[in-house]
Nanobody, 120 residues
Framework: QVQLVESGGGLVQAGGSLRLSCAASGRTFSSYSMGWFRQAPGKEREFVAA????????NYADSVKGRFTISRDNAKNTVSLQMSSLKPEDTAVYYC?????????????WGQGTQVTVSS
């Protein structure tokens, strides 16, 4: 298992950009698929984006396609989420998650979350 710490959240106006980062501990980071999820007040946690352990595949929720980009740097044990054209409905706590190879994040590790607030 890896330990995850998110950073980069904050307050931004609609149409703006933010970059979230997730730092992972452990020497086998490159063997883990990584994902971003978010949870808005009163709503269930939802999938945002994921990147495979080979970095060959990325997946996005329809609501963020074309606006968010997930990437990873195995040399630095980090995964990032570049968010652009932010909307008020993107306001949520964003969580980083890991899964050993396959996309099975429920069974993996989760960070503590970072708050993103988009003002209109």
């Amino acid at each position: 298992q890896v330990q995850l710490v998110e950073s980069g959240g904050g307050l931004v106006q609609a149409g703006g950009s933010l970059r979230l980062s997730c730092a992972a501990s452990g020497r086998t980071f490159s063997s883990y698929s990584m994902g971003w999820f978010r949870q808005a007040p009163g709503k269930e946690r939802e999938f945002v984006a994921a990147i495979s352990w080979t970095a060959g595949n990325t997946n996005y929720a329809d609501s963020v396609k074309g606006r968010f980009t997930i990437s990873r740097d195995n040399a630095k044990n980090t995964v990032s989420l570049q968010m652009s054209s932010l909307k008020p409905e993107d306001t949520a706590v964003y969580y980083c998650a890991s899964s050993y190879r396959a996309y099975d994040f429920k069974a993996g590790s989760w960070g503590q979350g970072t708050q993103v607030t988009v003002s209109s």
